[in-house]
C-alpha cells in the first residue's frame, strides 16, 4: 500500500515543497516543470530550502545531499511513468488543469493514483476527461509545504476507496496529516480563510487602521502566527485572487467579492513576496506598505 515513488507536476513554490518533503521522508521523487524556464532553477530553490535546515541543525550535510539526489527533474511528462502516485500542482485554472490532467493520466501506470492541488477548482469538472476517474482525487497541500503539517483530501463520488487509501497512506509517509473533506470548491481551510482575506484588505482600504495595526491586532488579539495582510502576500495575490474569483462563481456567495486593492495590484504583477512587492514592499530593510494603496 506504501508509496516508493512520487511525481509532482509543477516546479512553483508549491510543487517543490511537495518534492522536498517527499524526498525528506525517502521516496523518490520525480519532479515535472510544465511551463517555461530552467528546472535546474527549481532544484537550486530546493537546495537552498535543504541548506537552510543544515544551517538550523535540522539535518546534515550528508543528508541533504543524499535528499537531493532522490529527487530527479525534468520537462517531460513520460516522467510520471513508474510514479506510485502522481500529483499535479500547476497553474488554478480550469481548462489549463483539465487537458493537462488528461495528459497526465495518458502517460502514468495505470494503477497509479492521480490527486490534483487544487481546492478551489471543482474536482468533478477536473475528472470530466479522464478514462480512470475511479483514481482521481484532491490532494490540497498547505504553503509553505515542508512547514504545514495539513493536506485536504477530496474525493468525488467516483474515487474508489483504494484511492483514498493510497492518498492517505502517502501523506503519512511524509509527515502530513490528512483530513477527509467532500469535493466543494474551498474544502474547509479555504472556504473559510479566503473571505478573512479578502476582508483583511477590505478594512485596510475604508482607512479603519494601518495595514501594521491589522496584522498585529490577528496576531495578538486572535492568536494567529500571522496576520491578514502578510498572509495574503506570502500566499500570492494571484492565488488569493483566483480563489476568490472561483468560489464567488462557483458558490455565488458575496463573500468572495474581491476588493479594488486586490484587483489593482494584480493587474500590475505585484503578487507579494514572490515578485517583492505586494500589500507590502519587500524590497527594503524591512517591510513596508506598497504606497500604490489607496487608503479610504
Given at each position: ?8 507536476v ?7 515543497g511537495?518534492?522536498?518533503?517527499a524526498?525528506?521522508?525517502g ?5 515535472i516543470?510544465v511551463?517555461?524556464g530552467?528546472?535546474n532553477?527549481a ?20 543528508q ?11 520537462s517531460?511528462?513520460?516522467?510520471v ?14 481548462p ?25 477548482l ?14 482521481f482525487?484532491g ?16 474525493a ?15 501523506c503519512k509517509?511524509?509527515?502530513?496529516t490528512?483530513v ?11 472556504r ?8 483583511g484588505?477590505?478594512?485596510l482600504?475604508?482607512?479603519i ?19 491578514p ?23 455565488g456567495?458575496?463573500r ?8 489593482q495590484l ?8 514572490k515578485?517583492?512587492?505586494?500589500i507590502?514592499?519587500y524590497?527594503g530593510?524591512?517591510?513596508k ?7 479610504g
Open positions: 500500500m506504501g508509496v516508493a515513488t512520487v511525481a509532482v509543477g516546479c512553483g513554490m508549491m510543487g517543490r511537495i518534492m522536498e518533503v524526498a525528506v521522508a521516496l523518490k521523487v520525480r519532479g516543470k511551463t517555461p530552467d528546472v532553477d532544484r537550486n530553490k530546493i537546495q537552498q530550502s535543504l541548506e537552510r535546515r543544515v544551517k538550523r541543525g535540522k539535518m546534515t550535510a550528508e541533504c545531499a543524499e535528499v537531493m539526489g532522490r529527487i530527479e527533474l525534468s517531460g511528462l513520460a516522467a511513468q513508474g510514479a506510485d502516485i502522481v500529483v499535479e500542482s500547476a497553474v488554478e485554472d480550469e489549463t488543469k483539465i487537458k493537462l490532467l488528461k495528459d497526465i493520466e495518458a502517460k502514468m501506470h495505470p494503477e497509479a493514483v492521480l490527486g490534483t492541488n487544487t481546492s478551489s471543482r474536482l468533478e469538472a477536473l475528472a470530466a476527461g479522464l478514462s480512470r476517474p475511479e483514481r482525487l490532494l490540497h497541500f498547505f504553503s509553505p509545504v515542508p512547514a504545514m503539517d495539513l493536506v485536504e483530501l477530496g468525488i463520488a467516483k474515487t474508489a476507496d483504494f484511492a483514498a487509501l493510497k492518498a492517505d497512506e502517502f509517509q511524509i509527515g502530513k490528512a477527509r473533506v467532500q469535493a466543494s470548491p474551498g474544502y474547509i481551510v479555504n473559510l480563510l479566503v473571505p478573512y482575506l479578502l476582508h484588505i477590505e478594512t482600504e475604508s482607512g487602521a494601518s495595514a501594521e495595526a491589522i496584522d498585529t491586532a490577528m496576531k495578538l488579539g486572535c492568536g494567529h502566527p500571522m496576520g495582510l502578510a498572509l495574503s502576500d506570502l500566499i500570492g495575490l494571484d492565488i488569493v485572487r483566483a480563489m476568490a474569483e472561483t468560489m464567488h462563481r462557483e458558490l456567495d458575496q468572495y467579492t474581491m476588493p479594488k486593492t486586490l484587483i494584480t493587474e500590475q504583477g505585484q503578487l507579494g513576496r515578485s517583492g512587492i505586494g507590502f514592499d524590497r530593510e524591512a517591510p506598505l506598497n504606497p500604490a494603496i489607496k487608503i
